[in-house]
């Protein structure tokens, strides 16, 4: 009774694989057109969600479906690099959001008409440009798993070092591209490094001779100063101070 | 002698495959590629669920054990027999029938989403563990990269939870641990930086494969400077997943219980699978990354003869043993994280933050730049005289004519083989045509 049941199993399974269509779908377009619609669903609701953790939380989303997108493409590295930076990057802005706005819970957020606008041209300046250059590519072809007889991190590594170990692209002079990424690798991470130095200045705990910019407001403003006013100007400066 | 005996063995238990009408486990049919992908993401997902939530019930049990007798109580002692082992599943029972309370001005959506976010993004990062040589969810070329990446993302449904409690007690605790969380990142990173140079990849399965043979191969003790470093990831591990004495998100003398304060029931019990998975995660790479993997003390499987030319069934064994080493040894990981728990008082904020930054990232950085040079002096390690190399010894299932390479589709069919010494190849030539009827790997 057991080992039949067993040894049909394997039978059945294969007669409804070559019975349901399904078998005929490219399972990567499926997976393709799961993560690209969770992507776009997520990015939409984003602009239209007006409570600042969830639009945090839907760019969340839509930015891991988009990591999705590089595993499915084979694209390891980049993959884990969407999560690391672009994913987590959102989490501490979150926490920046939160605690910056966060005065009553749940604040709304309500966009003027006339941001709508712009953001809508820039929107349709972006949208355009990619379209054009989808339209441009000759050949489409269909989502699938990329060939790549072993997807290594090391070259990417070695690149950045100054050494290309990959071969270059047919009818490319092999000099223009031996150099590798050292340069612009090196000028990036000291750009980091000054950037990093001038926040733990920007941070640093001091006393300053010079009037606060709270002091400032209520000077430019006059002896009825809200504490409203005084509490955006404070709030201004922390957001000036920590996007430097 | 024992060579003979082991075969004896696997040929007692081919034997018995064969008359049971089991064979066909070890012979997958030629399946449909959309189907055999559904079957493989099914079962993969399904053994890392049980290895959570399994995880969970025994590791809250053996917390509480631990903890009572540390405090010179029993603990449990009831509920199953003896030694109360059947406490967490009691508890599990009480927390599906609690009631499902949300407060009164809550963000419903993102309460109810908060637990299931922490719970995902610890199962993910299993996905990328591999628990013996090819026993992974999916091997990552990046794969401690992804761990750690996703590893930090647990937080975000902490920070979930505590803003749409709609509590004061909440919101501090959560952004307490974003705070730490963000910051014991940077000193982790730093940490896991030194086995990933020492072998040259960021494969989990590479790394560990490159300590296999005796203790003396571990990355523990390849130089002073990985010794101390491993202490430095315990300690940042300890605080990434919130453990004590690094707990101030859920400070029950400050904060009553920090995010979770109004959760009750199933939600809140996502959030304790999650957090002892992620116990379990930081303490398997560990294990990887410094502790030799799946590769034991004593290179057992090759000592038992369990080499090459012993056939797939030996083969299968010897991943068992190799996963069972593995599971044990972050067992043990979680356990020591149990016994700082309850051995350790509970640090202020402010402490928390000058053990990240004024201790664990400089130490971090010095025994980096030290590992890199001892590196150059030294390349090979301290301990040469006492044992073979690392990488040279192979617990036997890399090659050979039963070994992996033979390809059998039921794993992946044709692993990464790293030669002793060499890097990751790179540049290899695109080969389309090999196939397995199963692809476990997306692309390698």
């Given amino acids: 009774m057991m080992s039949s049941g067993v040894i049909l199993l394997p039978g059945l399974v294969a007669a409804v694989a070559t019975a349901v269509p399904l078998a005929v779908v490219n399972w990567h377009s499926v997976l393709f057109l799961l993560f690209a619609a969770v992507a776009c669903a997520c990015a939409v609701a984003v602009v239209l969600a007006d409570n600042v953790v969830r639009m945090a939380f839907y760019l969340v989303l839509s930015l891991a479906s988009t990591a999705g997108l590089f595993f499915l493409a084979g694209a390891e590295f980049v ?22 706005t966060a005065q009553a ?22 949208l355009a440009v990619l379209l054009q250059a989808a339209f441009r590519v000759e050949s489409w072809r269909r989502p699938a798993m990329a060939a790549v007889a072993a997807p290594a991190a090391t070259p990417i590594g070695m690149a950045l070092l100054g050494v290309r170990v990959d071969e270059p692209a047919a009818g490319v002079p092999a000099a223009a591209v031996r150099s590798g990424y050292l340069l ?5 991470s000291v750009h980091l490094l000054v950037v990093l130095v001038g926040a ?24 009825v100063v809200t504490a409203r006013e005084a509490a955006r100007s404070s709030a201004s400066a922390l957001v000036s101070g920590g996007g430097r | 002698m024992a060579d003979l005996l082991i075969n004896q063995l696997i040929n007692v238990v081919n034997k018995l495959i064969g008359r049971v009408g089991l064979s ?15 079957v493989t993401a099914v079962v993969t997902a399904v053994l890392i669920l049980n290895v959570i939530a399994g995880g969970a019930l025994v590791f809250i049990w053996a917390e509480r054990k631990i903890a009572a007798r540390i405090q010179d109580r029993l603990g449990p002692t009831r509920t199953g027999g003896r030694f109360g082992w059947l406490q967490s599943l009691a508890d599990g029972i009480k927390l599906l029938a609690k009631e499902d309370l949300m407060p009164e001005g809550a963000d419903g959506m993102l309460f109810k989403l908060a637990p299931y976010v922490s719970f995902c993004a610890s199962f993910c990062a299993f996905i990328a563990l591999p628990f013996a040589f090819d026993f992974v969810g999916q091997r990552l070329n990046v794969g401690v990269f992804f761990v750690v990446a996703v590893l930090g993302l647990e937080v975000f449904g902490v920070i979930l939870a505590g803003y749409a409690s709609a509590s004061k007690w909440s919101l501090f605790g959560a952004m307490r641990e974003a705070a730490q969380v963000v910051s014991y990142e940077v000193p982790l990173g730093m940490c896991v930086v030194v086995p990933v140079m020492l072998s040259g990849s960021m494969d989990l399965v590479t790394i560990a494969e490159k300590q296999s043979g005796w203790i003396s191969n571990w990355y523990l003790f390849h130089d002073p400077f990985t010794f101390v470093i491993f202490w430095v990831y315990v300690t940042c591990a300890v605080a990434s997943v919130n453990r004590a004495p690094f707990d101030l998100a859920e400070a029950e003398s400050e904060l009553v219980a920090g995010f979770h304060t109004e959760y009750s029931g199933l939600r809140w019990s996502f959030f304790f699978m999650a957090e002892y998975g992620s116990m379990f995660l930081v303490s398997a790479l560990a294990a990887l990354l410094f502790l030799g993997g799946w590769n034991g003390p004593i290179p057992l499987a090759t000592l038992l003869g369990l080499s090459e030319g012993t056939g797939d069934t030996a083969n299968y064994f010897v991943r068992l043993i190799g996963c069972g080493n593995l599971i044990l040894k972050s067992t043990l990981g979680v356990l020591l994280m149990m016994w700082v728990r309850w051995t350790l008082p509970r640090l202020r904020i402010d402490q928390v933050m000058t053990t990240c930054l004024k201790y664990c990232t400089p130490i971090a950085a010095a025994m980096f730049a030290g590992a890199m040079l001892w590196q150059l002096a030294f390349p090979g390690g301290v301990v040469r005289g006492l044992s073979r190399p690392a990488g040279e010894i192979r617990e036997g299932w890399l090659e050979g004519p039963g070994g ?5 589709g039921l794993f992946e069919a044709k692993p990464r083989v790293v030669p002793n010494g060499s890097e990751t190849p790179v540049g290899q030539k695109v080969n389309p045509t090999v196939e397995s009827p199963v692809i476990v790997k997306v692309g390698s």
């Fill in chain 1, 184 to 188: 612009p690798f090196e000028i990036v």
């Fill in chain 1, 105 to 126: 819970p749940f604040v709304a957020i309500k966009t003027s008409a006339g941001d709508r606008v712009l953001a809508g041209m820039v929107g349709a300046a972006l």
């Fill in chain 1, 79 to 100: 993959g884990a690099m969407q999560l690391m930076i672009y994913v987590g990057g959102t989490l501490v802005l979150l926490v920046f959001g939160v605690m910056l």
């Fill in chain 1, 200 to 223: 733990a200045y920007l941070a640093r705990a001091k006393r300053r001779r010079t009037p606060r910019s709270i002091d400032v407001a209520a000077s430019s403003v006059g002896p």
């Fill in chain 2, 24 to 38: 066909w486990l070890l012979r997958v049919p030629e399946l449909p590629d959309w189907l055999a992908w559904s």
């Fill in chain 2, 404 to 408: 992996i390479s033979a390809g059998r």
